[in-house]
């Protein structure tokens, strides 16, 4: 069964510095996407990761791949509180089936 | 805005009651996916349709049951409503239903009380 782990669950940013999180899943995959949600909304789709090496960039977040250690970071540059929100990761298995499994998700406080 | 619309917003209603969850893919869309997201268990993958047809399954519950109509819409039915079912529901549609992304509704508010 594949399980996907994010951590840390909960991330206090201090604004104007760099962090990054991380999404750890159990077996083989090579489609992993980042999604936003802010409370009580749905999610919106940041990146889309479909090879081992891919690297995907938005404004302030960079999303990464790597296939061979199952783990995808996502990193954040200079943070700032419009960032503040939570970040699920979610694997797809290799193959036609696209069901996702997504992780807990990691939520993130912009102080000023 | 993705494009998928979901209707109700709300909905509340008591055990042992029916309800059913609509919603509508992006135009062009012709997969269509269920997820329940609740505190306890995270957003959990339900169903998924692709043209009318069941492609995959996940956690749904034998009390649930979805279908996919000739126009591609989808309806999630829930029956014998437990305290428990409590959630939100969202649908997400995508194009082929293979590897592209997964588009989100605003999802449904189900309260059994």
């Known amino acids: 069964e594949l399980k996907v782990e994010q951590n840390p669950l909960f991330l206090s940013m201090q604004e104007g510095k760099n962090y990054t999180i991380y999404c750890n899943y159990s077996?083989?995959?090579?489609?992993l996407y980042w999604y936003r949600q802010d409370p009580g909304k749905s999610l919106e789709s940041l990146f889309v990761l479909l090879s081992n090496g891919a690297v995907k960039q938005e404004g302030r977040l960079m999303a990464s791949l790597d296939t061979k250690a199952r783990l995808s970071t996502l990193h954040i540059t200079a943070a700032v509180h419009d960032l503040s929100a939570t970040y699920f990761c979610a694997v797809g298995p290799t193959g036609a089936n696209s069901k996702l499994t997504f992780g807990k998700g990691i939520t993130l406080s912009v102080r000023p | 805005d993705s494009g998928v619309t979901q209707t109700p917003k709300h909905l509340i209603t008591a055990t042992g009651q029916r309800v059913t969850l609509r919603c509508s893919p992006r135009s062009g869309d012709l997969s269509v996916y269920w997820y329940q997201q609740s505190l306890d268990q995270g957003l959990q993958f339900l169903i998924q349709y692709y043209n009318g047809e069941e492609r995959a399954k996940g956690n749904i519950l034998e009390r649930f049951s979805a279908q996919q109509f000739p126009d591609l819409h989808s309806e999630l039915n829930l029956s014998s409503l437990e305290l428990g079912d409590s959630a939100l529901y969202f649908c997400a549609s995508s194009t082929s239903g293979l590897a592209e992304e997964q588009y989100f509704g605003p999802g449904t508010r189900l309260t059994v009380t």
């Open positions: 077996t083989t995959s090579d489609r």
